[in-house]
């Protein structure tokens, strides 16, 4: 059976001796795992179209529950990322949290659309770095059902308005908000980290706005070394596990906002 589809690559792995084992985040059909045959080869046709994070049109063969790459067509392989080391590094690890957090056969539409967003802002330069990283982080979470109560304090129901100028504390672990005079002390240290409030602001705008406005805000720096800290934090800690792509970025690509 002959699937057609657009999708994302997330993972590129060389494989025998020109051929590449491809994971793709599609429309139609969610993660798939796709073995790209002669790929590797110069001068192949799929060359272009099978690099990590390109957006391609792709024809798949379906047998036995395994896939195979018959043609691609690139629709977008977003020249302004790979010409950025920092851009393309940050992009690199937000594929890899894409890779382990979506289910092969089942449909990820807004995260796929996630996704190129990302590609294409971080390609364009419009926008901070570690701005979209923050603001991937967090909607992805909101995504997956981990959207983090912020409107009121989980310990007394006073409601925030996003504006306010005491220092509000997150807790990393249950995704709750609480104002400073119902902090509780005893959380183990790692558990919480207090909030600017330009950075809480910041995520009331990231889980509430639009798929096409996630970084139509601007912050200082130390509101920005806030929001990045919580919201890389906070991913990490729903996901369960690190990434060694982000150990990559921090290593070599990451600068200040």
Same mark, same amino acid.
């Given at each position: 059976?002959?699937?057609?589809?657009?999708?994302?690559?997330?993972?590129?792995?060389?494989?025998?001796?020109?051929?590449?084992?491809?994971?793709?985040?599609?429309?139609?059909? !969610?993660?798939?795992?796709?073995?790209?045959?002669?790929?590797?080869?110069?001068?192949?046709?799929?060359?272009?179209? =099978?690099? &990590?994070?390109?957006?391609?049109?792709?024809?798949?063969?379906?047998?036995?529950?395994?896939?195979?790459?018959?043609?691609?067509?690139?629709?977008?392989?977003?020249?302004? &990322?790979?010409?950025?080391?920092?851009?393309?590094?940050?992009?690199?690890?937000?594929?890899?949290?894409?890779?382990?957090?979506?289910?092969?056969?089942?449909?990820?539409?807004?995260?796929?659309?996630?996704?190129?967003?990302?590609?294409? &802002?971080?390609?364009?330069?419009?926008?901070?770095?570690?701005?979209?990283?923050?603001?991937?982080?967090?909607?992805?979470?909101?995504?997956? !059902?981990?959207?983090?109560?912020?409107?009121?304090?989980?310990?007394?129901?006073?409601?925030?308005?996003?504006?306010?100028?005491?220092?509000?504390?997150?807790?990393? =672990?249950?995704?709750?908000?609480?104002?400073?005079?119902?902090?509780?002390?005893?959380?183990?240290?790692?558990?919480?980290?207090?909030?600017?409030?330009?950075?809480?602001?910041?995520?009331?705008?990231?889980?509430?706005?639009?798929?096409?406005?996630?970084?139509?805000?601007?912050?200082?720096?130390?509101?920005?070394?806030?929001?990045?800290?919580?919201?890389?934090?906070?991913?990490?800690?729903?996901?369960?596990? !690190?990434?060694?792509?982000?150990?990559?970025?921090?290593?070599?690509?990451?600068?200040?906002?």
């Amino acid at each position: 059976m002959h699937i057609q589809t657009a999708g994302l690559i997330l993972r590129e792995t060389a494989y025998r001796d020109c051929d590449k084992m491809l994971t793709i985040l599609t429309r139609e059909e !969610g993660k798939l795992s796709v073995c790209a045959r002669g790929a590797r080869r110069r001068g192949s046709a799929l060359l272009a179209s =099978t690099q &990590l994070l390109a957006y391609a049109d792709f024809k798949v063969f379906s047998l036995n529950g395994r896939y195979s790459l018959d043609d691609a067509e690139t629709l977008d392989l977003f020249f302004g &990322l790979r010409r950025n080391f920092t851009a393309f590094s940050l992009a690199s690890y937000c594929a890899e949290m894409m890779d382990a957090v979506c289910v092969e056969g089942v449909r990820h539409d807004d995260i796929l659309r996630l996704g190129i967003w990302l590609c294409g &802002l971080l390609g364009s330069g419009k926008r901070p770095p570690a701005l979209v990283k923050a603001a991937f982080e967090l909607r992805l979470m909101a995504l997956l !059902g981990f959207e983090p109560h912020l409107d009121f304090c989980a310990a007394c129901g006073a409601v925030f308005d996003g504006g306010a100028a005491e220092v509000n504390y997150f807790h990393l =672990t249950q995704g709750e908000v609480c104002c400073e005079r119902c902090f509780d002390a005893s959380i183990p240290r790692g558990e919480a980290v207090g909030l600017s409030a330009g950075a809480y602001a910041a995520m009331r705008h990231i889980v509430g706005c639009g798929p096409n406005r996630l970084c139509a805000f601007t912050l200082d720096a130390y509101d920005a070394r806030i929001l990045g800290e919580v919201c890389e934090r906070y991913a990490l800690s729903q996901i369960g596990r !690190g990434f060694d792509s982000l150990i990559y970025y921090k290593d070599n690509g990451e600068h200040d906002v």
